[in-house]
């Protein structure tokens, strides 16, 4: 008995630290990102993917500029992209309006970028609000 006890102990003792991390990983994804700032939110969870220079890459996946990108000129595509996502890129609807605004700017004034024209809050709750319907209809 003594030794099952041990056995059961030492179990969990090898699972509490992988319940802690999986209890504060679902804590921070269910509150969201906590970066405010454009840059903060490209650097931490853009670049990775895009590249700190916005240049994108290839290799596993094909990653598009940023950097240059004209798709950019048009002040809504990127909020569109971010909360339907695109191709191989998840949505990051979690993004709150204010996020995303800041991110948008981020992206299509900096990176070599000079768009004109910004987005507001309220442009992206709308947006919102359409992505949501249409993610609801795409099949899968």
């Known amino acids: 008995m003594n030794r099952m006890l041990m056995r059961g102990l030492g179990l969990a003792a090898a699972i509490a630290p992988i319940a802690i ?9 269910a509150g969201g990102y906590r970066y405010q700032t454009g840059q903060d939110l490209y650097t931490h969870i853009c670049q990775g993917c ?3 220079d916005g240049k994108g890459a290839t290799g596993a996946g094909a990653y598009p500029a940023l950097a240059g990108n004209p798709k950019l000129q048009s002040p809504l ?5 971010m909360l ?8 990051f609807s979690e993004l709150s309006d204010a996020q995303i605004v800041e ?6 004034t900096k990176l ?3 768009f004109p024209g ?23």
């Open 21 to 29: 991390l999986a209890t504060s990983a679902g804590a921070q994804f």
């Open 50 to 52: 895009h590249m700190p």
């Open 77 to 81: 595509y990127p909020v569109l992209v």
């Open 84 to 91: 339907k996502g695109q191709k191989a890129m998840p949505s």
């Open 103 to 108: 991110v948008t700017g981020y992206i299509r």
């Open 112 to 114: 070599g970028n000079n």
């Open 118 to 140: 910004a987005v507001t809050a309220e442009q992206v709750k709308a947006l919102r609000a359409q992505a949501v319907r249409q993610n609801a209809l795409r099949p899968g």
